[in-house]
């Protein structure tokens, strides 16, 4: 016998705002760790770490904005679409996805100058290690917050189009009501 969890309403506005914030603040957290860990010369260190904290950072930050998967799936029919249009809207997003090491992979390949040079600059003596760290930590916050910012306006838009109902929809953040009459 299965047993769902019961559907809730989703994130009210101000939850999502909070969300936000608490999500945008354990990025930084995470990104310094990472700038830490790059200062260190050692061979991959920085890469694998940064792999690792990826695969952790990205489905909880989903999972505080209610995005997982699993949560989507959840929603009623109406939400589920709102919520794929937005995201289908991203473009490149890991909103509503499982996060495989495969698919962090492609992002640091796609952003790989950074990478390489953070790499590289780490065995030059003092100063290399310093902008290898600093390359880290904007490498791994500008990925962490441009996914915070993806599920932010996925949220947003679910909780705009339960506020407004059939009444009209929501893009980018606005919604716009649509009469039409016969």
């Known amino acids: 016998m299965e047993t769902h969890e ?104 796609r952003l790989g100058t950074r990478v390489a040079g953070k790499s590289l600059a780490k065995y030059a003596p003092v100063v290399g290690q310093v902008a290898s760290a600093s390359l880290s930590f904007a490498l791994m916050r500008h990925i962490g917050l441009k996914h915070v910012e993806d599920c932010y306006t996925v949220a947003r838009a679910r909780a705009e189009a339960h506020l407004f109902g059939g009444e009209g929809m929501v893009i980018d953040g606005v919604a716009l009501r649509e009469r039409v009459e016969e």
Do not use: H, N, W
Request: one cysteine or more.
């Open 6 to 109: 019961p559907m809730r309403d989703p994130l009210t506005i101000a939850e999502i705002d909070a969300v936000r914030e608490y999500c945008r603040q354990q990025v930084t957290r995470r990104a310094a760790f990472s700038g830490a860990l790059a200062a260190v010369p050692l061979p991959m260190l920085d890469a694998a770490a940064d792999l690792g904290i990826l695969m952790r950072l990205l489905p909880k930050i989903s999972a505080e904005f209610e995005l997982r998967p699993e949560d989507i799936a959840r929603q009623d029919p109406e939400s589920r679409a709102v919520i794929y249009t937005a995201a289908k809207a991203l473009g490149d997003s890991f909103v509503g996805k499982i996060v495989t090491k495969r698919m962090i992979a492609a992002v640091l390949a």
